[in-house]
């Protein structure tokens, strides 16, 4: 069985930062790419960013330069560290992994909220 623990969401002023975890654990051989996705009230899930086993990143234009993915291959864990945040950012913020078990399957997270007042 595999779970994703998403953490670090909260409510935060606009201009602050928050930084997001998620781990993975079960029975894992391996992870390969790693995802935030963020769904607002009444809109569609979006990509935020991506990174891959080997550390190439991938972000949506709107997150670029304000948004920083990481992981930690040895913790099986990826991180979100969001600055310069706005209220448009306000969402559900939800990790996505893609875990090599016996199968290669994609996971997802609970969903963290995060709040950015004006």
């Known amino acids: 069985q595999v779970q994703l623990v998403e953490s670090g969401g909260g409510l935060v002023q606009a201009g602050g930062s928050l930084r997001l975890s998620c781990a993975v654990s079960?029975?894992?051989?391996?992870?390969?790419?790693m995802a935030w996705y963020r769904q607002a009230p009444g809109k569609q899930r979006e990509l935020v960013a991506g990174?891959?086993?080997?550390?190439?990143?991938n972000y949506a234009d709107s997150m670029k330069g304000r948004f920083t993915i990481s992981r930690d291959n040895a913790k099986n864990t990826v991180y979100l560290q969001m600055d310069s945040l706005k209220p448009e950012d306000t969402a559900v913020y939800y990790c996505?992994?893609?875990?090599?078990?016996?199968?290669?399957?994609?996971?997802w997270g609970q969903g963290t909220q995060v709040t950015v007042s004006s």
């Open positions: 996505k992994a893609m875990v090599v078990t016996t199968t290669f399957n994609n996971y």
């Open positions: 079960g029975s894992i051989f391996s992870i390969n790419t």
């Open positions: 990174i891959t086993r080997g550390g190439n990143t």
